[in-house]
T-cell receptor, first 110, second 113 residues
Framework: GEDVEQSLFLSVREGDSSVINCTYT??????LYWYKQEPGAGLQLLTY?????DMKQDQRLTVLLNKKDKHLSLRIADTQTGDSAIYFC??????????FGKGTRLHILP | GAGVSQTPSNKVTEKGKYVELRCDPI?????LYWYRQSLGQGPEFLIY????????DSGLPNDRFFAVRPEGSVSTLKIQRTERGDSAVYLC???????????FGPGTRLTVT
């Protein structure tokens, strides 16, 4: 079945860039997503990319998609303490089901 | 406008009891999804509705779980004979017809004692 993998933890110094990586297995993915979840809060859609794109930029966020390698990344420029959260990678296949990774916990060092 | 709402926000029940979890999607959204999130995990797909019908229920873990959406709006997730392993946060999401942006509710935290 479909699977989404991402590393569990990332520590970054405040002001540096954070890069969170994700790999997926479904070659028929139509959309790929990044969600943010803060402690005790719901899932917030941060950004998404259509599978025929290779890059999308939205203010401090840059998403890169390598469809050949089934690799997705999220870069957060000038990381702030408010960026501390769990970031979930997710992919949507042609069956409209969305499969999530286990999440990457981003920790900001002072 | 109003987002996705879920009630109750917390539910504590005893093992063996029946529970119902409710989801009110964003008005006009035709697609509705249920997920379950256990501690330290990502959301796990349970079931997806397009309108009133379940388009994909392959994620329901067993026949104790059932969901309905009789009028194509509000949905209820029903769990019979609850077990301690059912304890999790149950998330609902909705999206419009084209479905590429899903909006999540705050979730219902279910604790089975």
């Amino acid at each position: 079945g479909e699977d989404v993998e991402q590393s569990l933890f990332l520590s970054v110094r405040e002001g540096d860039s954070s890069v969170i990586n994700c790999t997926y297995t479904d070659s028929s993915s139509t959309y790929l997503y990044w969600y943010k979840q803060e402690p005790g809060a719901g899932l917030q859609l941060l950004t998404y990319i259509f599978s025929n794109m290779d890059m999308k930029q939205d203010q401090r966020l840059t998403v890169l998609l390598n469809k050949k390698d089934k690799h997705l990344s999220l870069r957060i420029a000038d990381t702030q303490t408010g960026d501390s959260a769990i970031y979930f990678c997710a992919e949507k296949g042609r069956d409209d089901k969305i499969i999530f990774g286990k999440g990457t916990r981003l920790h900001i060092l002072p | 406008g109003a987002g996705v709402s879920q009630t109750p926000s917390n539910k504590v029940t005893e093992k063996g009891k029946y529970v119902e979890l409710r989801c009110d999607p964003i008005s006009g959204h035709t697609a509705l999804y249920w997920y379950r999130q256990s501690l330290g995990q990502g959301p796990e797909f349970l079931i997806y509705f397009q309108g009133t019908g379940a388009a994909d229920d392959s994620g329901l873990p067993n026949d104790r779980f059932f969901a309905v959406r009789p009028e194509g709006s509000v949905s209820t997730l029903k769990i019979q004979r609850t077990e301690r392993g059912d304890s999790a946060v149950y998330l609902c999401a909705s999206s419009s017809q084209d479905g590429y942006e899903q909006y999540f509710g705050p979730g219902t935290r279910l604790t089975v004692t």
